[in-house]
C-alpha cells in the first residue's frame, strides 16, 4: 500500500516538476528566438536598398511585419517550442517507464522511433510545400475583396459585377483546393501516428501475455497505463 502511494507520489511531484522545466524552457527559448529575430529584421531594414525596397515597400506593410506579424510568431513559437518539450519529455518518460518494467524492451524502442521519424520525414516536405501553396493562393483572396471595395461604383458603374465574382470565385476555389490537401496530408500524418501507437500497445500487451508470470495487475495496469 505505502509503496504504490510513494510511487504515485514520486510520478506526481515529477510530472509537476517536467511541467514547470517545459514552461521555463518554452519561454526562455521563445524570448531569445523573437529577439534574435528583431535583431536581425532591424538590420536587414536599415542594410536595404533606399531604391529596390524603400521607395517601393509600402510603409504599412513594413510596420505590420513589425508589429502584427511579430506578435503572431510570437504566440506561435511558444506554443510550438511547449508542444515540441511536452511531446519529448513524454517519450523520454514513456520509454523510461517500459525499460524500468520491462529491460528488454530496450532493444524494440529504436525500432518504434525509426518508424516515427520514417512517417515524419514523408510527411513534412510535403506538407510544407503544400503549406506554402495554400498562404501564396490565400493573398489573391484579400487582396481581390480591398480592390473590388474601393472601387465598387466603377465596376457597377461599367457593369463588370460578373467578371470581378468569376475571378474571386476562382481564387476561392484555388485556396480551397490546397486547403484540403493540406488537411488530406494531416489526416495521413494522424492515421499512420495512430498505426504506430496500436503496434506500441500491441507490443506491451505481447510482454504482459508473455511474462505475465512477473506482471501483477497493478503493475501491469501501471506498465499500459504509462506506456
Known amino acids: 500500500k505505502w509503496i504504490a502511494f510513494g510511487f504515485y507520489s514520486f510520478i506526481s511531484i515529477l510530472s509537476v516538476l517536467i511541467v514547470m522545466i517545459r514552461l521555463y524552457l518554452s519561454t526562455g527559448m521563445s524570448i531569445t528566438s523573437s529577439n534574435i529575430l528583431y535583431k536581425d529584421m532591424v538590420s536587414c531594414l536599415i542594410k536595404a536598398d533606399l531604391n529596390n525596397f524603400h521607395d517601393v515597400t509600402p510603409k504599412g506593410v513594413v510596420f505590420n511585419r513589425f508589429s502584427k506579424d511579430l506578435e503572431q510568431f510570437d504566440r506561435w513559437m511558444i506554443q510550438a517550442l511547449g508542444m515540441f518539450l511536452f511531446t519529448l519529455f ?126 501483477s495487475k497493478g503493475t501491469a495496469a501501471l506498465f499500459i497505463y504509462f506506456g
Open 90 to 215: 513524454n517519450l523520454i518518460f514513456t520509454f523510461g517507464m517500459n525499460i524500468y518494467f520491462f529491460y528488454y524492451s530496450a532493444v524494440f524502442i529504436p525500432l518504434f522511433i525509426l518508424i516515427g521519424y520514417f512517417v515524419l520525414n514523408i510527411y513534412s516536405h510535403p506538407n510544407r510545400e503544400i503549406t506554402r501553396l495554400e498562404s501564396t493562393s490565400r493573398s489573391p483572396i484579400g487582396n481581390s475583396i480591398n480592390s473590388t471595395t474601393c472601387g465598387a461604383d466603377i465596376i457597377r458603374a461599367y457593369e463588370q459585377t460578373h467578371i470581378y465574382i468569376n475571378k474571386f470565385d476562382e481564387r476561392l476555389d484555388n485556396n480551397l483546393i490546397s486547403k484540403y490537401f493540406q488537411s488530406g496530408s494531416q489526416s495521413w500524418f494522424g492515421l499512420y501516428l495512430n498505426l504506430t501507437t496500436i503496434l506500441f500497445m500491441s507490443f506491451q500487451l505481447i510482454i504482459i501475455l508473455i511474462k505475465k508470470e512477473i506482471f
